[in-house]
């Protein structure tokens, strides 16, 4: 890792790639000149400013070609370059026009603060104060002349990782307000190669699918405007080479450290090069800048692999496991959970927990998690978001008595919360009407009957912070799922002016990111688990403040396949909630084995869903051997490297995935047959990530060679016996001899 300033460019290099950025022309043009594999040189001359000069210093007259064709670092709007801006503002006279020049740079040890965001460290800084890897970061200072408006471009590396961490700070030094209508984290421009956008699709309990598409010439976008995340995109994408593999081909990875709305856009021109920006979703975004004060926009962490999706996987992996998630458990074993959601719904009260509880303890779980219902007077959905005083009708002898029982049983305690929700039938909203979001004199949209509280005011936020102390201090409660459940729409805040209604969208995620600040400085060793609608926020920026996410709320072992191998694309396996749950399966009506329910859910953090007391005896006699294969297990999925095999989306038969300790002492393979195929006895399945020169023991292969060299097991593969029936699955685990 090495950051370096000669002559006038800088270059930025990580252990394998190079990012080079150069100072063009006398007027400080800011160029991209390169960025990939590690090279010596520094290739200015693939900013072209000497082919058919148009550089203004050398022929002003064709200004405008070159504003339009210059490979830029961070383009701005309105004064030439027609391609779209990282940057659009509308100043005090109305007009539009914005653009930065070269102004200085600083090269340090370390990396700054964001303010208020979720955001990469050095290792240092993690909450189990453990120390590691250093960073190295560059600022390069440019300004709008004329606005007086001041970019700070900020990029940082770490030691221990190929990625590159790209954010954009924002100063008014002029004495007037100006408006910031757009804003990228990160945005740069390079010569097309033939490559297509790799994104992550969704729905509702099918969340992160993979989608892969040409790019034409246009634009080519996805993005979120509803306040979150969201099921439907992603706030990822990547521009991988034609023909890519796990294993081969040049991918680009862009990864938003946000939870709010972005966009993620490519836009290939007429000279066939491509600018790709991520950033804060533009639409519905307008920030007063007053003079003085300054906008920080999120970070953006992208990866360059030269060696396919895989390498750019581990790479996230990696980096978020080491730079992102702060929490104690992070490196530590979670404890195995059971959720009464889809064992009762919202039926339930002290004893049908306690007899969930005490089954539990039997099979070796470790915890209970009391989710929806156990609140105001929640007996469905329709009501009482926002009253988180318990129902004692329910939970006779109150929360305390329950979670002290569950204790006494020898199970830890956690419970479900959705803070941000408040429901119009509420003791909050009779007496509050106003902290929802609503525009007046309109009919205010409801989703699952409820609506957004309106944290941008202080006043809602400390009500809120309140709210989650007072639940979370009452018991020794040691586990949380903080949930969201609709998303933003109908943006009207009693608390900013008719100028800031635009601010509202960013206001509210720095507002959730206050609260969930409070939450891990207050309560350092409660394990949070963030959720939405299933995964509708499973994203970097709240893997900042809790280590694990519900993945989605289809728990179904064969939808769960594609779920996950979206997911884990960008996320350490350590981070995505997978529980075993009951068939047939409440959201597809499938039945699988629960033997392969169990495997499915290894792949994540591992836990159960479902009625302990109700499951069939011989699902419920498997548990004890689920939770043993999870601890013996789980420190490999936490902490190893993750090989895709196969995936069910491409062949329609089956999956295998695994993970390969650092040291590749061992590794642990999971093979899902989805549907079994008539005359075929077995499959050749070549693994990978394994020391060619090492020799493996193959435990429990059932097949006739049991010790073979890496390179064997990977050049020649091994076979898989036919399972015989769909969705069967088998575990294969390798031990260096
Ligand atoms: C969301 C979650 C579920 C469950 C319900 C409760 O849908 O994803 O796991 O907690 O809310 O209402």
């Known amino acids: 890792m090495n950051i370096t300033h000669i002559g006038n460019a800088f270059k930025i290099d990580t252990k394998e790639t190079s990012y080079i950025i150069a100072v063009a022309d006398e007027e400080g043009f800011i160029g991209h000149v390169y960025y990939g594999p590690k090279i010596e040189d520094i290739p200015e001359y693939l900013l072209r400013i000497n082919e058919n000069p148009f550089i203004p210093s050398r022929n002003n007259r064709d200004r405008g070609s070159f504003m339009d064709t210059f490979p830029c670092e961070f383009p701005g709007n309105g004064l030439g370059d027609y391609r779209e801006g990282a940057i659009e503002v509308i100043d005090g006279d109305g007009h539009r026009a914005v653009n930065f020049t070269y102004d200085g740079f600083r090269i340090f040890d370390g990396k700054e603060k964001i303010t208020g965001l979720p955001q990469t460290f050095e290792n240092e800084r993690s909450l189990d104060g453990k120390t590691g890897a250093k960073a190295k970061s560059l600022e390069i200072y440019a300004s709008d002349k004329t606005l007086n408006l001041k970019a700070v471009l900020r990029y940082t590396v770490f030691e221990d990782s190929d990625a590159l ?132 926009a999120p970070e953006v962490a992208i990866v360059f692999s030269n060696e396919g999706l895989g390498k750019m996987s581990r790479a996230y992996h990696d ?33 049908k927990l306690l007899d969930i509880a005490r089954e539990a303890k039997k099979s070796g779980i470790e915890m209970l998690v009391m989710d929806d219902g156990w609140f105001g007077k929640r007996n469905d959905d329709n009501s009482s978001l926002g009253d988180w005083n318990v129902n004692e009708e329910k939970l006779q002898g109150g929360l305390k008595h329950l979670v002290d029982e569950v204790n006494k049983i020898g199970l830890k305690f956690g419970i479900w919360m959705e803070p941000e929700m408040i429901s119009p039938d509420s003791d909050l909203y009779r007496a509050h009407p106003d902290w929802a979001f609503a525009v007046p004199n309109r009919v205010p949209t409801r989703s699952r009957n409820q609506f957004v509280l309106d944290l941008t ?49 960013h206001r509210y995620m720095l507002a959730v990111y206050e609260l969930q600040e409070r939450l891990v400085t207050e309560f350092p060793n409660l394990l949070l688990e963030n959720c939405s609608g299933g995964g509708a926020r499973f994203d970097p920026g709240m893997l900042y403040y809790g280590p694990q996410i519900w993945c989605s709320d289809d728990t179904d072992a064969i939808e769960r396949l594609g779920i996950q191998e979206g997911t884990a694309l960008i996320y350490p396996l350590s981070s995505m909630g997978a529980h075993v749950s009951d068939c047939p399966n409440h959201t597809v009506g499938r039945v699988t084995p629960f033997e392969t329910r169990g495997h499915v859910a290894l792949a994540g953090t591992f836990g159960y869903e479902l009625d302990i007391t109700k499951i069939p005896e011989e699902d419920r006699n498997m548990i004890p051997q689920q939770t043993a294969m999870y601890h013996k297990y789980h420190s490999l999925v936490r902490s190893g490297d993750y ?95």
């Open 319 to 351: 980096l978020y496991r080491n730079h992102l998630i702060r929490s104690p458990y992070k490196d530590k074993e979670r404890p195995i959970l059971i959720n009464n959601w889809e064992a009762t719904y919202f039926d339930f009260n002290t004893e």
């Open 165 to 296: 961490i790209r954010s954009v700070k924002i100063i008014n030094e002029s004495d007037k307000n100006i408006f910031l209508t757009k804003i990228m984290s990160a945005s740069f421009d390079m010569d097309s190669e033939d490559f297509e956008l790799l994104t992550l699709h969704g729905s509702w309990a099918r969340e992160r699918q993979m989608d892969q598409r040409a790019i034409g010439y246009g634009k080519t976008s996805v993005g979120s405007v509803k306040g979150e995340s969201s099921h439907q995109e992603h706030p990822f994408m990547a521009l991988v080479e034609k023909n890519s593999t796990q294993e081969k081909g040049r991918v680009y990875g862009f990864s938003f450290i946000y939870s709010g709305n972005f966009l993620a856009q490519v836009e290939k021109t007429q000279f066939d090069s491509i600018r790709a920006m991520m950033g804060i979703n533009p639409i519905g975004f307008k920030w007063e800048l007053k003079s003085g004060e300054s906008f920080e």
């Open 643 to 737: 090989y895709r095999i196969a995936s069910y989306r491409e062949n329609r038969f089956y999956d295998c995935y695994g993970v390969v300790s650092k040291d590749k002492s061992e590794a642990l393979f999971t093979f899902v047959q989805v549907v079994g195929r008539p005359n075929y006895h077995s499959r050749l399945i070549k693994l990978a990530g394994l020391d060619p020169e090492a020799k493996y023991r193959i435990e429990d292969s059932g097949d006739d060679a049991t010790e073979l060299y890496g390179r064997t097991i990977m050049e020649a593969g091994i076979l898989i016996q036919n399972l015989w029936g769909d969705y069967k699955s088998k575990l294969i685990h390798l031990v260096r001899v």
């Open 457 to 505: 005011r202080p006043e809602v936020l400390e009500h809120t912070w309140n709210s989650i102390k007072t639940v979370l201090s009452s018991a020794n409660i040691e586990y949380l799922k903080w949930d969201m459940n609709r998303q933003l729409t109908d943006l009207g805040s009693l608390g900013l002016g008719k100028e800031n209604q635009g601010e509202i969208f």
